[in-house]
């Protein structure tokens, strides 16, 4: 059975960092996308926005346009874990983040195994 599961979440100032893991179980990191994904409860009319993934075989990665320059997206095969590094957050970046395993895209209908999520909020 394929599962993953975040951690990391919490509390951050604005223009702090926040490291969040995504440990896979149940499959290797090379057969499988990693995608990393937003959504706040707060915003009941927003979609999930997915905000970065990385390719199963060779670990390219894509950022969207959110993401790109305070975010990264990194992974450890020895952990199996997929690691997403958030720098300079802002008040707009508070939702709750989910990592997931399917094809290679942003598009959350692309993925099938999806973590529970974990909180995390910028104060100003």
């Known amino acids: 059975q394929w599962l993953v599961a975040e951690s990391g979440g919490g509390l951050v100032q604005s223009g702090g960092s926040l490291k969040l893991s995504c440990g896979a179980s149940?499959?290797?990191?090379?057969?499988?996308?990693i995608g990393w994904f937003r959504q706040d409860p707060g915003k009941p009319g927003k979609e999930r926005e997915g905000?970065?993934?990385?390719?199963?075989?060779?670990?390219?990665?894509y950022y969207a346009d959110s993401a790109k320059g305070r975010f990264a997206i990194s992974r450890d095969n020895a952990k199996n874990t997929v690691f997403f590094r958030m720098n300079d957050l802002k008040p707009e970046d508070t939702a709750v983040y989910y990592c997931?395993?399917?094809?290679?895209?942003?598009?959350?209908?692309?993925?099938?195994?999806w973590g529970q999520g974990t909180q995390v909020t910028v104060s100003s």
């Open positions: 149940g499959f290797n990191l090379d057969r499988s996308a």
């Open positions: 905000v970065a993934c990385i390719r199963g075989n060779d670990g390219t990665t």
């Open positions: 997931a395993a399917g094809r290679y895209t942003t598009s959350p209908q692309g993925y099938k195994y």
